[in-house]
């Protein structure tokens, strides 16, 4: 059996308002997802994602399909304002 990847835990004190906390996963904050410590870790999470739902494509592509049915298409522009009428095709 393979284990899941497990972050590991770097304390780091964050203060608001004169309360402080310990956000042990913090280092996993990455905005410009350039960490390669980040990257590595989200890659090795999606390895064993994938490597867990190997043997349910069929049910993985019917639940994607069924979301995506779901979602209203939407065949309208963005609407914009001219000569004080709002118009939208």
Known sequence: MTL???AEK???TLTLHGDSR???YYWLRDDKREDPAVLDYLKREN???E???AGHEALRHQLFTEMVERIPQQDR???YV???YRYQS
């Open 77 to 79: 522009s963005v609407p």
């Open 10 to 12: 770097r304390p780091h």
């Open 22 to 24: 310990v956000d042990d």
């Open 47 to 49: 390895t064993y994602g």
């Open 51 to 53: 490597m867990m739902m």
């Open 82 to 84: 001219r000569r004080g």
């Open 4 to 6: 899941p990847p497990k």
